[in-house]
């Protein structure tokens, strides 16, 4: 009854808090709108709701983890959990509140049990992501245990690289191929760490891995991003928004670290090809459908934020990409919503009442996104 009566709460808040995200529309006034009316978005108020959702409908509190979908189904993934801690770290530096701390430290707690009483993974990637949230929970609470999570990680994960095809990280410790998802975080992961402890191997590691990164898996061209290769070759086929998120992510941190001007260029580039039909339709981002695929659109918008928030962008570009976000998160609000539960699916024009993971976390990446570019004065 205690659980109930606790999930009962949780799901009032949520009412509660989309029920004051509703504003009276507004007049467009004259002209080619008239007669129409404009939604007011209170961003805060719609992060808080999104935020509380993804508790109500996804936490597993007895294990201290999310679960794989709202529908039941309390399978732990290591690499949406990682995201997860991401999220919770979105809220915390927009709320400031204790209580997503703890919520963070349990998060921390309940992964490593879920994973075997070890953060070490099979998977390089998977270990990846939850070193690069573990740093940037560190960044903002300043709590050792994310960063001291952060570098042992971070010390197997570099086991992962040798010379075969002329370097790169492994996407598996079964070393069989080497792909964007374990090679351009590991460069963001090394370039925050020399930010961090300025070790001057960090930045070794940053450098190698992204030229390795640029030469291999990159499109001179377009900037297009490609997924892997192989003793096969390069699969140039799959055309996935979240390779190209990480590899502008990690072109940013090093223009930051090194004001080299080639970085900035290459991550305009890149991002750029990410506006187009490989990935949107109608500028919104296309749907990746369920499973690992519905996580790929949230992290092409966490490196796309990064890019406009620490890149050197131009007042056009960095209008352009912010613009980018707001369309797609009020679409998302707008049409892709279901409410009062504030359910996300992987396609932000349409609503769906059962979700995995990894959707909803995209879109509350999203959502987090787009209220702190309204926060920043980025968008109107």
């Known amino acids: 009854m205690r659980n109930y009566l606790k999930q009962l709460s949780v799901s009032l808040l949520v009412a509660a808090s989309f029920s004051s995200c509703l504003k009276e529309p507004v007049d467009d006034g004259p002209g080619p709108g008239a007669g129409k009316t404009a939604y007011v978005y209170n961003w805060p108020l719609i992060a808080d709701s999104s935020y509380t959702s993804l508790l ?6 007895s294990g201290k983890y999310f679960n794989e979908n709202n529908s039941g189904k309390t399978t732990f993934h290591y690499w949406p959990n990682a995201h997860a801690l991401d999220v919770l770290t979105d809220a915390y530096i927009r709320k400031n509140d204790p209580q997503v701390k703890a919520r963070m430290d349990d998060l921390l707690a309940g992964m490593k049990v879920k994973n075997g009483n070890t953060y070490i993974n099979h998977f390089y990637d998977d270990m990846e992501w939850m070193a690069l949230a573990c740093i940037r929970a560190f960044e903002v609470t300043s709590d050792v245990n994310y960063k001291t999570t952060a ?3 971070w010390n197997d994960i570099k086991g992962g690289w040798d010379d075969r095809w002329g370097g ?7 070393r069989a191929n080497k792909n964007t998802p374990a090679n351009a975080p590991a460069c963001i992961i090394a370039s925050r760490m ?6 001057p191997a960090d930045l070794d590691w940053a450098k190698k891995s992204y030229l390795w990164q640029k030469n291999n898996l990159t499109d001179p061209m377009t900037g297009l991003v490609w997924d892997g290769l192989d003793d096969t070759g390069t699969n140039k086929a799959w055309k996935f928004t979240y390779n190209q998120g990480v590899f502008i992510g990690a072109a940013v941190e090093l223009y930051k670290i090194t004001g080299e001007a080639v970085y900035m260029a290459d991550a305009l580039r890149t991002a750029n ?3 187009t039909g490989d990935f949107t339709t109608g500028n919104i981002m296309k749907d990746e459908g369920g499973g690992d695929g ?3 659109k949230g992290i092409l918008v966490r490196y796309m934020m990064l890019l ?3 890149g050197s962008l131009s007042s056009t570009d960095k209008t352009k990409f912010a613009n980018f976000l707001k369309l797609n998160g009020e679409t998302l609000w707008l049409k892709g919503t279901t409410r009062p539960a504030v359910v996300y699916g992987p396609n932000w024009n349409n609503k769906v009442t059962n979700t995995d993971l990894t959707i909803q976390l995209s879109g509350a990446m999203l959502i987090e996104a787009v209220a702190k570019l309204k926060d920043l004065e980025l968008i109107d």
Not at 56 to 61: L, R, T
Not at 194 to 199: F, H, P, S
Request: overall charge negative.
């Open 151 to 153: 570098e042992l990680l």
């Open 56 to 61: 109500a409908n996804f936490y597993n509190a």
């Open 194 to 199: 020399y930010q961090l402890n300025r070790d």
């Open 168 to 174: 790169g990280f492994y996407w598996t410790k079964d």
């Open 308 to 310: 406009i928030t620490d």
């Open 294 to 296: 519905g996580l790929f």
């Open 273 to 275: 090809n990410a506006l």
